[in-house]
T-cell receptor, first 112, second 111 residues
Framework: QKEVEQDPGPLSVPEGAIVSLNCTYS??????FMWYRQYSRKGPELLMY????GNKEDGRFTAQVDKSSKYISLFIRDSQPSDSATYLC????????????FGGGTRVLVKP | DAGVIQSPRHEVTEMGQEVTLRCKPI?????LFWYRQTMMRGLELLIY????????DSGMPEDRFSAKMPNASFSTLKIQPSEPRDSAVYFC?????????FGNGTRLTVT
């Protein structure tokens, strides 16, 4: 079993819909949870960062962490074609996630 | 801020040749990471440095792989000899206070 599991997709939605992404992880020591967005032929870029359980909102993006079920989610409201990318979740246990374990990524396609 | 700079962007080489990938981290960042990304295995951590010192190289697949960080502004990942199964995108990332910033990667093809 991988330490971080993520459905590879692809996930196809119409423009304006809510995109719902999730990951599960196995190591209860993980404290830091991040979402990265990766466009084709580019490096991953940090989208959201949360510590421990709870919700965090930033514009159209909301990240949720449920440590009791080892489940993390990312929601994208009012999705745009420019949101089409691969989204990777990442978790880490030590200070501020210096050593991160990544999920395999979910490919998202927002159709105009 | 130019971000993390990697070179070359693309490398095509023949099996058995030596390959050197280069990385310039963001100035002031104290951690540097080398990752490899493939369709089958996703992003895998190969090695990381703190203040130019290697901390964990348990992800380095074989002795054919080596990494150095001679100073705070430069790191190399070397593969010698290269094999077709080394074909992947290699990313360098740097961080300060734990938030990783990635370069745009080097796409390596070994024929």
């Amino acid at each position: 079993q991988k330490e971080v599991e993520q459905d590879p997709g692809p996930l196809s939605v119409p423009e304006g819909a809510i995109v719902s992404l999730n990951c599960t992880y196995s190591n209860s020591a993980f404290q830091y949870f991040m979402w990265y967005r990766q466009y084709s032929r580019k490096g991953p870029e940090l989208l959201m960062y949360t510590y421990s359980s709870g919700n965090k909102e930033d514009g159209r993006f909301t990240a949720q962490v449920d440590k009791s079920s080892k489940y993390i989610s990312l929601f994208i409201r009012d999705s745009q074609p420019s949101d089409s990318a691969t989204y990777l979740c990442a978790t880490g246990g030590d200070t501020a996630g210096n050593k991160l374990t990544f999920g395999g990524g979910t490919r998202v396609l927002v159709k105009p | 801020d130019a971000g993390v700079i990697q070179s070359p962007r693309h490398e095509v080489t023949e099996m058995g040749q030596e390959v050197t990938l280069r990385c310039k981290p963001i100035s002031g960042h104290d951690y540097l990471f080398w990752y490899r990304q493939t369709m089958m295995r996703g992003l895998e951590l190969l090695i990381y440095f703190n203040n130019n010192v290697p901390i964990d190289d348990s992800g380095m697949p074989e002795d054919r792989f080596s990494a150095k960080m001679p100073n705070a502004s430069f790191s190399t990942l070397k593969i010698q000899p290269s094999e077709p199964r080394d074909s992947a995108v290699y990313f360098c990332a740097s961080s300060f206070s734990g938030l990783l910033h990635f370069g745009n990667g080097t796409r390596l093809t070994v024929t």
